[in-house]
């Protein structure tokens, strides 16, 4: 790998994103290059398997249906939410299921949202342990989307009888508001 770099003047970047256009399927790079599909759509049809790749080309030319684009694509893709593995709170390493990479960035998401779900609420649930086993005497995890709103709090350490509030958001983030 090193002596194509250095034979060829690309940096890595460039080679990595060489072969995620080189991976889609001849199809979408012909409707690319004519204009057809834009950067952003090429761009998150590299996270896609070949089969999914199939699928979007038959959405495409279907005429009753919607081929998604840009954006939209993505979490059609990631099954209606892409939530970046930055998000986790709990170890990849012991996530079950499968973990898709976005080719021209650092970016990584999880294909199965319900499965991440399982998982997050899971260490959700065990770190709102920890902190009962700390001694806050409780632990009020919101419902999911449910937005905290620090200025109806008034700030109270734990032992005068400070809560601690989980704010969980739809894209995967978790906050901790201790006190």
Known sequence: FRRVL??????????????ALGNLLPRIR?????GDIDAVTVRH???????RQREWLAL????GAHA????????W????????TSKALFDLSDYGGEIVADLFGEDSYFADAALFWQAQEAAIEARAEAYREAGW???????RGEAFNLWEHVHCPKRKGGRVYVAVGHGGDVTFHEG
């Open 30 to 34: 012909t409707l690319y290059r004519k």
């Open 6 to 19: 250095f034979r060829s003047g690309l940096t890595a970047l460039q080679v990595k994103r060489t072969l």
């Open 68 to 75: 998604p684009t840009g954006h939209a694509l993505k979490s």
């Open 77 to 84: 893709l990631m099954g209606g939410q892409a939530v970046a």
């Open 45 to 51: 049809l590299t996270l896609a398997s070949r089969d």
């Open 137 to 143: 005497p409780e632990v009020v995890v919101l419902p």
């Open 60 to 63: 495409l030319v279907d005429g």
